[in-house]
């Protein structure tokens, strides 16, 4: 939501002046090279909490949406299928990682590593590991598409 980030970087941007804005040099010889930067922290105070009370609506409002709103192409609601996105996402990674495995030769260059001998063996099928993976990047891709059409054709009231 532009809305929601445009309030999010004006409070990072209003914090960020209640740091870097509200003091000056205390030195004598340098109090005539001070100027007056506009900083107010009555001003910062009360743009805070306008912003606040905004993003508090609008979070509110996407929260209710997002566990409420079921999107019919996958039976989840838009909650549940983020989570999912998170899950496939996590095993797609270990998945991947499987898919490359290779067997491996080692150096030989211990007593123990010529008795084990000199493979590294697979203990899976790699070609179900691929398998799996496909089929787990097919539904994150349907997942994916499914909420980015969400995001981009239904309204949410706040």
């Known amino acids: 939501m532009k809305e929601l980030k445009y309030i999010q970087s004006e409070i990072e941007r209003i914090l960020n002046s209640d740091s870097n804005d509200s003091t000056g040099p205390l030195d004598d010889q340098q109090k005539d090279f001070l100027f007056d930067n506009g900083y107010s922290y009555e001003e910062n105070k ?42 496939l996402q996590r095993r797609a990674k270990v998945l991947r990682t499987l898919a490359g495995t290779a067997r491996t030769f080692k150096n030989q260059n211990s007593i123990y590593e010529r008795r084990c001998g000199d493979v590294n063996r697979i203990r899976f099928d790699k070609e179900a590991v691929k398998a799996d993976l496909q089929a787990l990047q097919d539904e994150l891709t349907k997942l994916q598409v499914a909420v980015d059409k969400v995001n981009l054709y239904v309204q949410i009231e706040y």
């Open 46 to 87: 009360q743009a805070l909490a306008e912003l606040y009370e905004r993003e508090l609506k609008i979070r509110g409002a996407l929260s209710k949406f997002n566990s409420t709103y079921v999107i019919e192409e996958v039976g989840l609601t838009m909650s549940e299928a983020l989570v999912r996105i998170a899950q």
